[in-house]
């Protein structure tokens, strides 16, 4: 059962337009969640994140929302460039007191393609 | 800093054999963590240790599948015997602390392939 859900494998979007990648959970426990960037033949690096307190956070040309009624969560990058096209990762954190141990799980990753 | 050092960036091997793959973390980072990513599961976590201890083992696979960290700054993942099923890129992460807030730096991934 995914806990973090990516349902968009895939996403196109022309140069200079907006990206939204969209991410949905179903953990309510999850306190922190972030978005990992991948490039082909490299490592996820982390691009931004949100505290479960707040329901947007930015930063330059990307910013997250969080709505968490829906338990839902998008990254927007404005304007989107062809240096973005990478493998965008949505991942949860929670840390669970009782069992003593720490939970980030991640969803399967969209592939975003900026068409110049 | 290098960031997370990872050993060997491919592995072809066939089924039965044992593999061993290398993790040298970020110096001072006090967390590592084993990924492993495939088409069908994404990122799974396997294990991670805290000061070379291992601390949630529950996303290893199976007995097959072990990992240690003798010291702060190596760590292997081994597998024995290996399986077609096993073929995936592993990640190898490490942190400073542990929360949502703690970035995970992550290395560039074995890709391991079982014939």
């Known amino acids: 059962d995914q806990q973090v859900k990516q349902n968009s494998p895939s996403l196109s979007v022309q140069e200079g337009r907006i990206s939204i990648l969209n991410c949905d959970y179903t953990n309510s426990m999850f306190d922190y969640f972030l978005w990992y960037k991948k490039y082909p033949a490299e490592g996820p690096t982390f691009l931004i994140s949100i505290s479960s307190i707040k329901d947007k956070n930015e930063d330059g040309r990307f910013t997250v929302f969080l709505n968490k009624s829906a338990k839902h969560l998008s990254l927007h990058i404005v304007p989107s460039q062809p240096g973005d096209s990478a493998v965008y990762f949505c991942?949860?954190?929670?840390?669970?007191?009782?069992?003593?141990?720490?939970?980030?799980?991640f969803g399967k990753g969209t592939k975003l393609s900026v068409i110049p | 800093d290098a960031g997370v050092i990872q050993s060997p960036r491919h592995e072809v091997t066939e089924m039965g054999q044992e593999v061993t793959l290398r993790c040298k973390p970020i110096s001072g980072h006090d967390y590592l963590f084993w990924y492993r990513q495939t088409m069908m599961r994404g990122l799974e976590l396997l294990i991670y240790?805290?000061?070379?201890?291992?601390?949630?083992d529950s996303g290893m696979p199976e007995d097959r599948f072990s990992a240690k960290m003798p010291n702060a700054s190596f760590s292997t993942l081994k597998i024995q015997p290996s399986e077609p099923r096993d073929s995936a890129v592993y990640f190898c992460a490490s942190s400073l602390g542990i929360s949502g807030a703690n970035v995970l730096t992550f290395g560039a991934g074995s890709r391991l392939t079982v014939l």
């Open positions: 240790f805290n000061n070379n201890v291992p601390i949630d």
């Open positions: 991942a949860a954190s929670a840390y669970l007191t009782g069992a003593g141990s720490y939970q980030l799980t």
